[in-house]
C-alpha cells in the first residue's frame, strides 16, 4: 500500500523565480494538506484541498497557491521566490475533512533551496 | 492565540536512561493532541491521538498522556533508534493542525 508520495525530493531555484511541487497521497485518501516547515520549526499549515477545491488556507501569501485533480493528487505552486521560501514542503493525506481526530499521513517532503 | 509549546529543546539520554518530553497547549476547544515522530530528512510519522484528559497510549517504549493543559510523551528505557525530533500538534477548527517546534531527542549507547 503505497504511501504519501512527494516530486521532486530536491530542488533548487533562483529569487524571483517560480517552483511547483506535486504530492500523491495514500490510496484510498481524499483530502491533501500541504505544510511548510522551515530547519528547526514545526510544520506551518499552508492549505488544504478537498473535492478539488480549496477549503482552508493558513497565514501565506497569494504566491502560493495550488490544486487538486480529480485523482485526489495534488500540485502546490510558489511564485517569486524569496531566499525565506527556503523550506521542506510536506504533503499529507487523510480521508473525511473535517475530522480533526483523523491522522495526517506525511509525505518525505520537497527540500526546496532558493538561491 | 492557539499555540503549541514543546520542551525541552533538545534532550541527549543514555541508552536505558528513560525520561519525557513535554507539550504545553493553548488551544480553544481541544478535538485531540496528536504526537509524531520525525527522522531527519522524512516527514513526520503518526504515533498518537489522545482525545481526552486522562487518556494513555503506549506503543512500544513509548507512552502518551494527557491532562486538560498539557501532555507528556514518556520513554522508557530509550534506545539509540529511537534518536529523532517528536513533535506534538494540536488541530485548530477543522483540520489545520498547529505544531509545537519539537523535541530533537539524541540516544547514546
Known amino acids: 500500500d503505497a504511501g504519501v508520495t512527494q516530486s521532486p525530493t530536491h530542488l533548487i531555484k533562483t529569487r524571483g523565480q517560480q517552483v511547483t511541487l506535486r504530492c500523491s497521497p495514500k490510496?484510498?485518501?481524499?483530502?491533501v494538506s500541504w505544510y511548510q516547515q522551515a530547519l528547526g520549526q514545526g510544520p506551518q499549515f499552508i492549505f488544504q484541498y478537498y473535492e478539488e477545491e480549496e477549503r482552508q488556507r493558513g497565514n501565506f501569501p497569494d504566491r502560493f497557491s495550488g490544486h487538486q485533480f480529480p485523482n485526489y493528487s495534488s500540485e502546490l505552486n510558489v511564485n517569486a521566490l524569496l531566499l525565506g521560501d527556503s523550506a521542506l514542503y510536506l504533503c499529507?493525506?487523510?480521508?473525511?475533512?473535517?475530522?480533526?481526530?483523523?491522522?495526517?499521513?506525511f509525505g518525505n517532503g520537497t527540500r526546496l533551496t532558493v538561491t | 492565540e492557539d499555540q503549541v509549546t514543546q520542551s525541552p529543546e533538545a534532550l541527549r539520554l543514555q541508552e536505558g536512561e528513560s525520561s519525557s518530553l513535554n507539550c504545553s497547549y493553548t488551544v480553544s476547544g481541544l478535538r485531540g493532541l496528536f504526537w509524531y515522530r520525525q527522522d531527519p530528512g522524512k516527514g513526520p510519522e503518526f504515533l498518537f491521538t489522545?482525545?481526552?484528559a486522562g487518556e494513555e497510549k503506549e506503543k512500544e517504549r513509548l507512552k502518551a498522556t494527557l491532562t486538560k493543559k498539557e501532555s507528556f510523551l514518556h520513554i522508557t528505557a530509550p534506545k539509540p533508534e529511537d534518536s529523532a525530533t517528536y513533535l506534538c500538534a494540536s488541530p485548530h477548527n477543522t483540520d489545520k493542525l498547529i505544531f509545537g517546534t519539537g523535541t530533537r531527542l539524541q540516544v547514546f549507547p
Open positions: 499529507a493525506s487523510s480521508r473525511i475533512p473535517g475530522q480533526a481526530q483523523t491522522p495526517l499521513h
Open positions: 489522545l482525545y481526552s
Open positions: 490510496s484510498g485518501h481524499d483530502t
